[in-house]
């Protein structure tokens, strides 16, 4: 079974770092391009990052330019959001997502972890 | 950068047909993915490359861009259709998310 399974959510005071796990199963993790995409209380979908299969090949929403850094551990099938100097108004339920065919972000992210929440509070 | 425009609701007779916009500039030349979310639940994506649907999603659900506009039809609205909608393109290296729609069934 295809699974994404996110951790490393918490409340951090403003300024504060943390980082994000996401643990792939099911799949050749590899192969698959993977995003970030974040959910704030009772509001739509934002997305944050995205990473190429190889790693190689990184994307940021400009809210989190300069402040997250996406990355991956294919040996460990493991995507990563580092997040620094962080904010109230990322305050937000972050998910994990593949993309449906490997590397083309035109196919849109089939599989979806269940989210990690992000408190970001003094 | 780029926008996405979504009406906040939509409401359907049980039965019928719902139709959802995505609006933005020149849309139909970009390639538009859409995703259903439940209450409490991760999104499902339910559209891709405009008209395509994932495996195990109901031919029920149908999609079109043209334009400026690109829709999501849903046939023979059921209960459990019920949800917010997304629409969702990829536009110069970054992705854009619609503000999202609540669908009703009445």
């Known amino acids: 079974e295809v699974q994404l399974l996110e951790s490393g959510g918490g409340l951090v005071q403003p300024g504060g770092s943390l980082r994000l796990s996401c643990a792939a199963s099911?799949?050749?993790?590899?192969?698959?391009?993977m995003s970030w995409v974040r959910q704030a209380p009772g509001k739509g979908l934002e997305w944050v990052s995205a990473i190429s299969g190889s790693g190689g090949s990184t994307y940021y929403a400009d809210s989190v330019t300069g402040r997250f850094t996406i990355s991956r551990d294919n040996s460990k099938n493991t995507l990563y959001l580092h997040m620094n100097s962080l904010r109230a108004e990322d305050t937000a339920l972050y998910y994990c997502?593949?993309?449906?065919?490997?590397?083309?972000?035109?196919?849109?992210?089939?599989?979806w972890g269940q989210g990690t929440m992000v408190t970001v509070s003094s | 950068s780029y926008e996405l425009t979504q009406p906040l609701s939509v409401s359907v007779a049980l039965g019928q047909t719902a139709r959802i916009t995505c609006g933005g500039n020149?849309?139909?030349?970009?390639?538009v993915r859409w995703y259903q979310q439940r209450p409490g639940q991760a999104p499902v994506l339910v559209i891709f490359?405009?008209?395509n649907r994932p495996s195990g999603i109901p031919e029920r659900f149908s999609g079109s861009n043209s334009g400026n506009t690109a829709t999501l039809t849903i046939s023979r609205a059921q209960a459990g259709d019920e949800a917010d909608y997304f629409c969702?393109?990829?536009?110069?290296?970054?992705?854009?998310f619609g503000g999202g729609t609540k669908l009703t069934v009445l």
């Open positions: 099911g799949f050749t993790f590899s192969n698959y391009a």
């Open positions: 490359r405009d008209i």
């Open positions: 969702q393109v990829w536009v110069s290296s970054t992705e854009v």
């Open positions: 997502a593949k993309y449906l065919h490997g590397g083309n972000p035109d196919d849109g992210l089939d599989i």
């Open positions: 020149n849309i139909g030349s970009k390639t």
